[in-house]
């Protein structure tokens, strides 16, 4: 069934019937609600169809336990309650389509698995093909020896077919009895009470938790079913093996590979030819990817255009598999030179880095001598084959070996490939190195591919949603395990950015000035990090758009913008103190007015002169050679800001902000006065409007000292 099928994860919240339709049908999860509302219509506009105690109830197979017709009814209308076979009939009947379902083999009784059916609703023709596969499965992996606890519900995807099925479509076709399991018949049943021979009901047992499964308001129950380890191992094909093979007698490879000839494996001819024949003369199938499953003493061959694009690239080769962790130290690679020249035999090369060139082995005295080949041979004449040796990291005794050529003219115009062979007996995967609990279910390596479609996505989005995008879309054995797959693969991300920028994970902080530091070597926008003994360093941020803008729009007098500065209180620990500018080249359409860009910008821990000298006397370097008389500069009057910049655009004109000064002259009458008043209005317009008359300031002053002073 997997070989065709491809299971898709549904979030296992109670609404996974649900979701798992949505998915189907829609191409997304999120319509579940949509899909549970139409059961729930159908539930009770034909209650006949639903109730137990009815003749024309849906599920005439009595060992399969069913709920009351208020008990289905009243989850159906429950966001999280979980869904039983009758809601699969009804969600049948309001889609007006079939719904296949596929229970995996079982053991615990013979005979046709009722769960594996094809369920038509209410007046849904039998005609019809089924809308989606539904499987039957577990939302957790079962620990070593354990029963199954069927409590989850997926789509299978065909994989011959597109993801989203138009449920339309369908009607008027034929429907293909056996295509739910080659190992299970498939048994048909009929919402008005009618049946096919042999015709049998599956039940719904989604989210049941649990040893044993029952149903309240039934004496009936049913144990639960446990996974029969030989059902899947019932096909096989038996292959006869020499060094040569026969072209001619192409057969399917089965999903458990084909079997090794001998304990030794196969000879380098046989890969040889394996690897360079062309795709049509091969005798087994290639598959895309290493299958799933038991892998014992037996060889696959695979598809290698992901690697041939990865090491263009400059990535490692990756060779995916479902056997858990592989052991590092004790795995290695090699490489080894073959001359071969069309329709003849192997010869096996060494090169000699030091001679630069290839050579044939030959025994002098005992030792081992290398002679150069005379003439050397062509590049293309040459066959390298590499090889991959590992262990499992669960047992010595399981071993894997993963060979594949270099392209030479032997393999052009045709898909690079690799031949992988386990040697051994298959062994249950280990635990993740650095897991503490013995007992937590085995470590699957997550796919190269699936990690790099994770990166890609948090370009853009967080993890948890990249989470349930992947395991939405992508087959169930390749999706992530949980959601720490993520984040790790988040987190390494992070880390290779601070590694590439020269900034790093700040713990203290040396490692924050150090991380300041390096970014001035990385980072255009910082352009000077001043350290100065007992003070936090200080940074200064600019482009060189923004200085070239300073000298374009600040340097006239007349016509030009101010170019004014401001420290500011609240960005944290750091003062910042920012440069702003008007654009005079743009205008805004609304006001007409100038827009305010950003200039270089001074980051600090202190605001004395000597801090401010740092970044005054650095924007004077700047812009030396251009006239400072032109220049005005603005400030909100802080004495330590306005002695720095005197000192180093002595000639520039200092403007102080009307804004800041109207604030400091009220607090100043606030102090003095006590309150606002209205002597204190009326100083504050003389003080600042220049509209007024002589004798109206003067009267105004001499009010503001009477009350003052006298």
Not at 19 to 25: E, P, T
Not at 630 to 642: I, P, T, V
Not at 693 to 702: K, L, Q, T
Request: proline share 5%.
């Amino acid at each position: 069934m997997l070989e065709t099928m491809s299971p898709r994860a549904t979030v296992g919240d109670g609404n996974c019937a649900y979701r798992a339709v949505s998915l189907a049908l829609f191409g997304d999860q999120s319509h579940h609600t949509y899909v549970r509302l139409k059961a729930a219509i159908e539930l009770m506009d034909h209650p006949m169809y639903y109730d137990n105690s009815s003749a024309n109830f849906v599920v005439a197979d009595t060992q399969i336990p069913t709920d009351s017709y208020s008990k289905l009814l009243s989850d159906v209308l429950t966001d999280g309650a979980y869904a039983e076979i009758t809601h699969l009939y009804a969600i049948s009947a309001a889609l007006e389509s079939p719904l296949q379902s596929y229970m995996p083999p079982m053991s615990i009784r013979g005979g046709c698995d009722p769960y594996t059916c094809i369920v038509i609703g209410r007046g849904v023709r039998m005609t019809q093909s089924p809308a989606c596969t539904l499987m039957w499965t577990s939302c957790t992996v079962p620990t070593p020896g354990a029963q199954l606890k069927v409590n989850h519900l997926v789509w299978l995807a065909d994989l011959q077919k597109s993801d989203v099925i138009d449920v339309d479509a369908s009607h008027g076709e034929s429907v293909v009895a056996g295509d739910a399991s080659s190992d299970a018949s498939v048994a048909v049943a009929h919402a008005d009470g009618s049946s096919a021979p042999h015709a049998k009901p599956v039940v719904d047992v989604d989210d049941l938790p649990g040893e044993t499964q029952s149903v309240a308001g039934s004496d009936a129950s049913y144990a639960e079913p446990v996974l029969d380890q030989d059902a899947s191992d019932d096909l096989t094909v038996d292959v006869s093996h020499a060094d040569g093979y026969d072209a001619t007698a192409a057969v399917n490879t089965p999903s458990q590979g084909i079997p090794l000839p001998n304990k030794g494996g196969l000879s380098t001819l046989t890969v040889v030819n394996l690897l360079t024949a062309d795709a049509a003369q091969l005798p087994y199938q290639v598959f895309s990817s290493i299958p799933h499953g038991s892998k014992s003493n037996v060889y696959f061959l695979v598809k290698n255009d992901c690697n041939v694009t990865r090491r263009q690239a400059g990535k490692q080769a990756a060779f995916d598999d479902d056997c858990g962790a592989w052991n590092s130290q004790c795995a290695g690679s090699a490489k080894f030179p073959y001359l071969r020249t069309e329709g003849s035999s192997l010869r096996r090369l060494f090169w000699i880095a030091s001679q630069g060139k290839y050579c044939r082995e030959m025994k002098v005295d005992k030792q081992r001598v290398y002679v150069p080949l005379e003439p050397q041979p062509a590049d293309d004449d040459v066959l390298t084959l590499v090889r991959y040796y590992t262990t499992s990291a669960a047992s010595n005794n399981y071993k894997r070996r993963v060979t594949y050529i270099t392209l030479t003219k032997f393999t052009a115009g045709i898909s690079d490939r690799f031949v992988v062979v386990y040697f051994g007996e298959h062994v249950q995967g280990g635990c993740h190195g650095h897991c503490k609990d013995p007992s937590a279910p085995p470590f699957i390596l997550t796919p190269a591919a699936t990690m790099e479609q994770i990166a890609d996505k948090l370009q853009h989005n967080g993890a948890s949603q990249v989470y349930n995008d992947v395991r939405a879309t992508d087959d169930i054995a390749d999706a992530p395990r949980n959601m720490r797959v993520v984040q790790n693969k988040k987190a390494t991300l992070a880390r290779s950015v601070r590694q590439a920028t020269g900034s790093r994970a700040c713990h203290n902080l040396a490692d924050e000035v150090q991380s300041v530091i390096n970014m001035a070597y990385n980072d255009s926008f910082v352009r000077q990090v001043v350290v100065t003994a007992g003070k936090v360093p200080s940074v200064i941020l600019y482009i060189d758009r923004q200085i070239a803008e300073l000298k374009g729009f600040c340097f006239d007098r007349n016509h030009g913008s101010v170019l004014g500065f401001d420290k500011t209180y609240n960005l944290g620990a750091m003062f910042v103190t920012p440069s702003v500018y008007k654009n005079v080249a743009l205008n805004r359409t609304r006001t007409g007015d100038n827009p305010l860009f950003l200039g270089p910008i001074f980051v600090h821990s202190h605001s004395d002169t000597n801090t401010y000298n740092q970044f005054f006397g650095h924007l004077s370097g700047l812009l030396m050679g251009c006239d400072f008389q032109q220049l005005r500069l603005g400030s909100d009057d802080e004495q330590a800001m306005c002695k720095s910049m005197k000192h180093f655009f002595s000639s520039s004109s200092f403007l102080t902000c009307s804004r800041h000064l109207k604030e400091n002259c009220t607090r100043k009458i606030d102090e003095l006065i006590g309150c606002a008043s209205t002597q204190c209005r009326s100083l504050l317009d003389a003080l600042l409007c220049s509209l007024m008359s002589r004798s109206e300031y003067v009267n105004i002053m001499s009010a503001f000292i009477n009350l003052v002073i006298l």
